[in-house]
């Protein structure tokens, strides 16, 4: 994590970034459905798709589920995002 003082409560309480543990959205595999880039919930580990692709599914499980931070799943990005703050760290 950056040293930046301004990290919302969610993204300053992350301690251990929780990795993928699969390479594809749970919900498109069920579907069948295309994504574009995968999420992966830091509350509960799911990985989903970003807002770029078609179901966002990303988004919707952190709006119904209340999990606020999401980090990026691919390959060589090192970043969180926090829903409900709009914000951004890399770590
Ligand atoms: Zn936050
Ligand atoms: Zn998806
Ligand atoms: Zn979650």
């Known amino acids: 994590m950056t040293e930046k003082q301004s990290l919302c409560e969610h993204l300053a ?3 251990s970034i929780t990795r993928p543990q699969r ?3 749970e919900e498109c595999v ?3 459905s295309r994504w ?3 999420r992966t ?3 509960c580990g ?3 798709c970003c807002d770029s692709s078609p179901n ?3 988004s919707a499980h952190a709006r119904a589920s209340g999990h606020p931070v999401i980090a990026s799943a691919e390959l060589g990005e090192r970043w969180l995002y926090c829903y409900p703050d709009s914000e951004t760290a890399e770590y």
């Open 13 to 15: 309480a992350i301690t």
């Open 23 to 25: 390479h594809e959205c």
């Open 30 to 32: 069920k579907t069948g």
């Open 36 to 38: 574009v880039h995968l």
């Open 41 to 43: 919930c830091q509350a």
């Open 46 to 48: 799911v990985t989903l």
């Open 56 to 58: 966002r599914h990303a």
